[in-house]
């Protein structure tokens, strides 16, 4: 899938390379989704909280962790 249009509407290149991992793996928790970015660890959690200001990603917790989801 071609992410590239994202950034012609702000998203940052680590926010894409995170929202594509959403995507690829569906519904994920932090280190998943920073393996599949290949976005350090430490940066995944902050570039998550912007991505669920700007609306693109939604967060479920299950047993008190938080999961990731790619919103549509």
């Known amino acids: 899938m071609d992410l590239a249009p994202l950034e012609s509407i702000g998203l940052t290149k680590g926010e894409i390379k995170v929202y594509g991992a959403l995507l ?3 519904e ?5 989704i920073a393996n ?3 976005v ?6 902050d ?3 912007r991505l669920l200001t700007k ?3 939604s967060v479920i917790k299950k047993e ?3 999961n990731f989801k790619a919103s549509n």
């Open 55 to 57: 609306g693109l990603v």
């Open 47 to 49: 570039i998550l909280e």
């Open 64 to 66: 008190g962790i938080k």
């Open 24 to 26: 690829e793996l569906g």
């Open 36 to 38: 599949e970015s290949k």
């Open 28 to 32: 994920s928790t932090k280190t998943p």
């Open 40 to 45: 350090s660890h430490g940066k995944v959690y």
